[in-house]
C-alpha cells in the first residue's frame, strides 16, 4: 500500500492522529484537513487516492464536502460519523461517497476498508477481459478507458457505481440479487446491504437514463434483483 495518499478529513485532532498512526503503519502516507474547506484546498494542490471524510464538521460539513469533490473527482470517499441512523448513511451514498463507517469504529477495519477501496481503485479494470468494449443499444463500456457512454457521452460515475455497472453489463441479461453485487463490488459478506445497493442503483439510473423511473437499461426483477438488458 505505498506510494497512496489518504486524506483524513474530521474536526477532532485526535481521531485525525488516531487514524493516521494506523494508516503510516500500513505504508500510507496520511494527509489531514480539519474540514471541508481546508480538504478542498488540499486537494487543489496534492494527489489523494482516497479520503476519510467525517459527516458532522464546522464550516464545511462532510455532505457538501463530498458533493462538492463530486464535481470534479471520483477518487473513493469512505464517510466517518458519530450517527448511525440509516438517514444519514443513505445521504452519504446518495451524495457520491462509496462506503461509510461509524464511530466508534474499530481502527483496523477502518484500515481493511480502506485498502479495499485502494485496491479497487487502483487496479479497477485488471481483471480477465479488462480490454473489451460492450455496447448495449447505446450504453457502452469501455473496459481499458474504465468509462461509460451513453450515446457517445461519457458518464462520470464514482468506482463503487462503474464497478456496478461493469458487473452488470459483462454478465448482460443475468439478475443479480442484492446481496450479489454487494458481496462481488464490496467484496465483504453482505449484511444490512439493501439500502447501500439501493442508492446505488438509484444514482447509475439517473445518470445513463432519460428517463430513470421507466429505465431502459437498468431493470429490477421484483423480489430477486437487479440486470441490465442485452
Given at each position: ?18 487514524i ?26 496534492q ?10 464538521m ?82 457502452v ?8 457512454l ?44 439493501e ?13 445513463i ?22
Amino acid at each position: 500500500m505505498e506510494n497512496y495518499n489518504v486524506l483524513v478529513v474530521d474536526d477532532d485532532k485526535e481521531i485525525r492522529d488516531v487514524i493516521g498512526i494506523y494508516l503510516k503503519n500500513e505504508g500510507i502516507k496520511v494527509l489531514k484537513a480539519e474540514d471541508g474547506l481546508e480538504a478542498i484546498d488540499v486537494l487543489r494542490c496534492q494527489t489523494v487516492h482516497l479520503i476519510l471524510l467525517d459527516i458532522m464538521m464546522p464550516h464545511m460539513d462532510g455532505i457538501q464536502t463530498t458533493f462538492k469533490i463530486r464535481e470534479q473527482k471520483n477518487i473513493p470517499i469512505i464517510m466517518i460519523s458519530a450517527k448511525s441512523e440509516d438517514m444519514d448513511k443513505i445521504l452519504g451514498l446518495q451524495v457520491g461517497a462509496d462506503d461509510y463507517v461509524t464511530k466508534p469504529f474499530n481502527p483496523l477495519e477502518l484500515v481493511a476498508r480502506v485498502k479495499s477501496q485502494l485496491r479497487r481503485y487502483v487496479t479497477l479494470g485488471t481483471y480477465e477481459g479488462k480490454n473489451e468494449i460492450i455496447d448495449l443499444n447505446g450504453l457502452v463500456l469501455e473496459q481499458a478507458e474504465k468509462r461509460v457512454l451513453v450515446n457517445g457521452e461519457p458518464v462520470r460515475l464514482t468506482p463503487i457505481e462503474y464497478r456496478i455497472i461493469d458487473l452488470l453489463m459483462r454478465h448482460a441479461g443475468r439478475v443479480f440479487s442484492i446481496h450479489e453485487i454487494y458481496e462481488r463490488v464490496w467484496q465483504e459478506p453482505s449484511y444490512n446491504a439493501e439500502n447501500t445497493v439501493a442508492v446505488h442503483i438509484r444514482k447509475i439510473r439517473e445518470k445513463i437514463e432519460i428517463d430513470p423511473k421507466n429505465p431502459r437499461y437498468l431493470k429490477v426483477v421484483w423480489g430477486i434483483g437487479y440486470k441490465i438488458e442485452k
